[in-house]
């Protein structure tokens, strides 16, 4: 994979790094990583330049004496908007943010409670150059203002027409300056607007190796499917086999009844009928 333009702490992390889980570059250096060390075996939170990113770090770094970070860092989003001190964060249990584009504000107004609980919570939030941003909510809803990202509105406005919709969307990074994007399906692969050489070739990894685990799966679950009807015509054989056996001992416990009882008549004169 291609390391080009990425600051020196940060390929010192990939080279350490068992899995990384939140990568978030913003404006002024910010950045947000969370990862699984290596040698130690435990979840790392990094953050660097967020000074300006009002109640940001208080979120990340609030912790509990007993189980360590409260925050649930592998399933940890951050998102930086071009706007000084925007951004938005999520762990999928709670969330922050602010300086958020207004129309976005008037979104979240629209899917909060008086209280601030979600009637509908986001599913994911890109935050782009400007006043841009997407969101998708995990009831379907989509809004989205990406006047800067042409790309990115032609490819939701392609796949909203579709049976599907946005829901085949898994996710969007949108950088916090004009220029580069990426769309993420929910089959792992990538779509990439305005991306270096370098970018554009991973991508074309990242997606051959989408379509080959694809196939795998599906390849997979044909034979499970197989597997589960031939396991289900055995179990039915097995089943009419049992029952004809039960029929079969039922008719013969009748007969040895009706004889036991024909014997009983002829030994007191009587007749059967």
């Known amino acids: 994979m291609s390391r080009y333009n990425l600051p020196d702490w940060f390929k010192d992390i990939i080279r350490k790094a068992l899995e990384i889980y939140c990568v978030a570059f913003g404006p002024g250096d910010a950045a947000?990583?969370?990862?699984?060390?290596?040698?130690?075996?435990?979840?790392?939170?990094?953050?660097k330049n967020i000074a300006s990113m009002s109640g940001l770090a208080e979120y990340l770094l609030d912790r509990n004496p007993q189980t360590g970070y409260t925050r649930d860092l592998r399933?940890?989003?951050?998102?930086?908007?071009?706007?000084?001190g925007s951004y938005w964060a999520t762990d999928g249990r709670t969330s922050v943010y602010r300086e958020l584009p207004e129309k976005l504000e008037q979104d979240f107004g629209m899917l909060q409670t008086k209280s601030g609980a979600w009637r509908d919570g986001p599913r994911f939030v890109a935050l782009g150059a400007r006043e841009n941003y997407a969101l998708a909510t995990k009831c379907g809803a989509f809004s989205s203002q990406l006047g800067s990202y042409p790309q990115v509105l032609h490819t939701l406005n392609g796949v909203a027409s579709t049976p599907a919709g946005i829901g085949v969307i898994g996710g969007i990074y949108l950088s916090y300056f004009e220029g580069s994007s990426v769309v993420q399906w929910t089959d792992g692969s990538l779509c990439g607007f305005h991306l270096s050489?370098?970018?554009?070739?991973?991508?074309?990894?990242i997606n051959h190796q989408a379509r080959f685990a694809q196939a795998t799966y599906c390849m997979a679950r044909g034979q499970l499917e197989q597997?589960?009807?031939?396991?289900?015509?055995?179990?039915q054989a097995m089943f009419a086999h049992e029952e004809a056996a039960l029929k079969e001992m039922y008719r013969k416990q009748l007969e040895t009844q009706q004889w036991g009882a024909e014997m009983l008549a002829l030994a007191s004169g009587g007749t059967w009928l």
Do not use: K, W
């Open 197 to 205: 050489p370098g970018a554009t070739r991973d991508i074309a990894q």
């Open 32 to 47: 947000v990583v969370t990862y699984l060390d290596t040698q130690s075996g435990c979840l790392q939170l990094r953050i």
């Open 75 to 84: 399933h940890l989003e951050v998102s930086f908007g071009g706007r000084e």
């Open 227 to 235: 597997n589960i009807f031939q396991a289900q015509i055995m179990q």
